[in-house]
């Protein structure tokens, strides 16, 4: 499950779409971080399921890597998997 926010006490998942679309566009951490106004480091939180971007967090990812909210932050439907 992919989401930008959480209820307290569960956790972020990681989230691999970012990084396959930061791939596809051959984009660094630190490029796509720089291009949303945040550090690689918080990218990499983002990422890897430690921190919770706020939607218009989330907004700006999506814009600079072209997908949408679904696309990057979706929740995957357990049917589909």
């Given at each position: ?8 006490g569960?956790?972020i ?6 990084k396959?679309?930061r791939?596809e ?17 918080t ?8 921190f919770?971007p706020t939607?218009?967090?989330c907004r ?9 909210l ?8 357990e049917?589909?998997a």
């Amino acid at each position: 499950m992919l989401i930008c926010y959480r209820k307290e006490g569960v956790p972020i998942a990681r989230n691999l779409k970012i990084k396959a679309a930061r791939a596809e566009k051959d984009m660094t951490q630190k490029a796509l971080a720089e291009a949303v106004g945040i550090s690689r480091q918080t990218m990499n939180a983002i990422e890897q399921g430690e921190f919770n971007p706020t939607i218009r967090l989330c907004r700006a990812i999506c814009r600079v890597l072209g997908k949408s909210l679904d696309d990057l932050f979706g929740e995957e439907n357990e049917d589909e998997a």
